[in-house]
Nanobody
Framework: QVQLVESGGGLVQVGGSLRLSCAASGTGFSINDMAWYRQAPGKQRELVATIASSYRTNYADSVKGRFTISRDNAKNTVSLQMDSLKPEDTAVYYC???????????????WGQGTQVTVSA
């Protein structure tokens, strides 16, 4: 099995910064794409940013220029640096990974437990 554990959420004022981290643990796996999603109260979960194993990145328009996704393939971690935070960034943030494991090298989808980010005005 593979587990994703997130850390780094919290309360921050408008214009402030937070850094989220997510670490994948387990044995006998490799990771393809990693991503951060978020879900605000009463809204659907939305994609924030993705990063491929090649380090190619993609961002939602709402966070471009403010958020930076990065990963360490050797440590199986992904991070999200969030700057210039706005109240509308308030949400539960989820780490996601596409993991290859098993004798057939099948790809599986894994989610972290979520971490709350609250931006106060």
């Amino acid at each position: 099995q593979v587990q994703l554990v997130e850390s780094g959420g919290g309360l921050v004022q408008v214009g402030g910064s937070l850094r989220l981290s997510c670490a994948a643990s387990g044995t006998g796996f490799s990771i393809n794409d990693m991503a951060w999603y978020r879900q605000a109260p009463g809204k659907q979960r939305e994609l924030v940013a993705t990063i491929a194993s090649s380090y190619r990145t993609n961002y939602a328009d709402s966070v471009k220029g403010r958020f930076t996704i990065s990963r360490d393939n050797a440590k199986n971690t992904v991070s999200l640096q969030m700057d210039s935070l706005k109240p509308e960034d308030t949400a539960v943030y989820y780490c996601h990974a596409l993991v290859v494991r098993g004798s057939l090298s099948l790809q599986y989808s894994y989610w972290g437990q979520g971490t709350q980010v609250t931006v106060s005005a």
